[in-house]
């Protein structure tokens, strides 16, 4: 018998910290996203950052799921009767460990005397060979300060996070009159979702680049001139790469599929350590008041991935992203990236929408109770018409945008999609001009790039997820240049 003993001995040690989760990526096809409601209510399974039923070239739907063994074998019994509802698992290595993107080693921008340069500057055979540590992701702030002084600028936020990390936000197109930024760009909320921050810092790269060379960029078979280039900077670009690095230290040390931030104080092992930064923002939080009983947006268990916090902006994170829009009062659109679903998501994120009945939104008590059921009429949540029109329009050319660069394809739909969330970052981005009296309309934007469930892509999958997210943020700024400020 045939022994690859050294192959072997080096894959053992890559998976050993997964096989702790052994999470499975599954794919539960039913004939429409209905068929799924009872799945997804079941808030002790994983299904990324939100379910979400994609159409399948079959003309059926595909809900992806992240499950221990346990919990799959749970499934088959449950629905083993059902013939409409099909559960298929992947074989863990080939999604979760074989040929993955790298974590680099060390500092390529030697605390920040090396600029960081992204793909769309370059020939469309270049490629980035690792993902970015946590002290890259700083390194390529301050590399990207000292290459553009008086154009770049970051600047440290005011919280420390759990484990006493200093996070660092930027700022770069509009001077240094912050009331001058339009455009907000997030990444790094959620641990395991790879590459996220990367596709920031890349892009932001460019257009300094591009801006100080006079060129264009090129994503795949996607061009920018440099007026297009101008364009966008001038709207003024504030960024905030990496809004969890406790939790993507931890992911990137143990290959565990981290989600949440490390916080211990409601749970101190396992996975009931941290909670869920998407769930914690101050927008309909206290889910068991606000919503249906008969959903669940978020989980008041510490041990769930959704587990919402002790309070609306508990975490450490989660104030460092509200400061953003307290020190730049000008912004009006902001977009949190994440992954793995191949999707643009737009508001709202609690209910289906409707632009009828303005009373009947996130801030009437009279609908406390009621909200979440997005197969009823008794509540949806209200969103002017015109402005329905302008992040749909947004979403869209982002879409178009992503699928141009050529390597595959992505959809836009409203975030609710198959099932409501509560405290998520791009609702409450949405929510501020009614909840906060005096404060601009922000338009908040969830992308989630990559393949569903491949929270840790090959390198081939990272350097296409930069150039699809590049193209797409290109897209959605030039939208929001378009339909003004
Ligand atoms: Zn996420």
Redesign the pocket.
């Known amino acids: 018998m045939k022994q690859f003993v050294p192959a072997a001995a080096v894959v053992a040690l890559q998976i050993t910290a997964c096989i702790a989760e052994e999470l499975l990526p599954v794919q539960i096809r039913a004939p429409t996203p209905g068929h799924f409601s009872d799945i997804v209510a079941n808030n002790t399974l994983d299904f990324?950052?939100r379910p979400v039923a994609l159409p399948t070239s079959d003309g059926k739907f595909e809900l992806q799921a992240l499950l221990t063994r346990d919990q799959i074998s749970w499934l088959h019994g449950e629905y083993s009767s059902d013939e409409s509802i099909t559960i298929q698992e992947t074989v863990l290595d080939k999604r979760q460990t074989s040929g993955k993107a790298p974590i680099g080693t060390g500092d390529r921008f030697s605390g920040g005397s090396v600029t960081p340069s992204g793909l769309g500057t370059k020939a469309n055979t270049a490629s980035i060979a690792s993902i970015l540590n946590v002290n890259e992701i700083n390194s390529a702030l301050t590399g990207l300060a000292n290459a553009y002084p008086g154009a770049f600028f970051k600047y440290n936020l005011p919280y420390t996070t759990f484990q006493g990390r200093t996070s660092v936000a930027a700022y770069t197109g509009a001077g240094a009159d912050t009331s001058k930024y339009r455009l907000y760009l997030s990444a790094g909320?959620?641990a395991r979702?790879r590459g996220g921050p990367d596709n920031l810092l890349y892009w932001v790269a460019d257009l300094l680049a591009a801006n100080k060379s006079g060129s264009g960029l090129t994503y795949g078979s996607k061009s920018y001139t440099n007026a297009q280039v101008k364009s966008v900077l001038n709207a003024g670009i504030v960024l905030f790469p990496l809004v969890n690095p406790d939790g993507v230290v931890y992911d990137q040390s143990s290959g565990s599929l981290w989600?949440k931030n490390r916080n211990t104080r409601s749970g101190t092992s396992g996975s009931s350590i941290g909670v869920d930064l998407?769930r914690n923002f101050n927008f309909l939080w206290n889910f068991r008041k606000f919503f249906s009983s008969s959903v669940s947006p978020a989980s008041t268990s510490p041990s769930s991935e959704a587990f919402y916090g002790t309070a609306a902006e508990s975490e450490q994170e989660t104030k460092n992203h509200v400061s953003v829009y307290d020190k730049f009062p000008g912004l009006r659109w902001f977009m949190d990236i994440?992954?793995a679903a191949g999707t643009i998501l737009y508001s709202w994120g609690d209910d289906v929408n409707q632009s009828t009945d303005p009373k009947m939104n996130f801030l009437n008590a009279t609908y406390d109770g009621k909200r979440g059921v997005t197969s009823d009429t008794v509540y949806k949540e209200y969103i002017p018409a015109a402005d329905a029109t302008n992040i749909k329009r947004a979403a869209d050319a982002a879409v178009a945008g992503m699928r141009g660069v050529g390597s595959r394809s992505y959809t836009s739909q409203q975030a609710v999609g198959l099932y409501p969330t509560s405290g998520a970052s791009d609702d409450y981005a949405f929510s501020r001009f009614w909840a906060k009296p005096g404060v601009s309309k922000v338009y908040g934007f969830t992308m989630?790039f990559g393949y569903s469930t491949n929270f840790y892509p090959t390198t081939s999958e990272f350097n296409n997820n930069i150039r699809d997210t590049n193209a797409g943020f290109m897209e959605w700024a030039l939208t929001a240049v378009a339909v003004g400020f």
Do not use: L, T, V
Request: aromatic share 0%; with cysteine.
């Open positions: 990324g950052c909320m959620h979702e989600r998407n994440h992954s989630e």
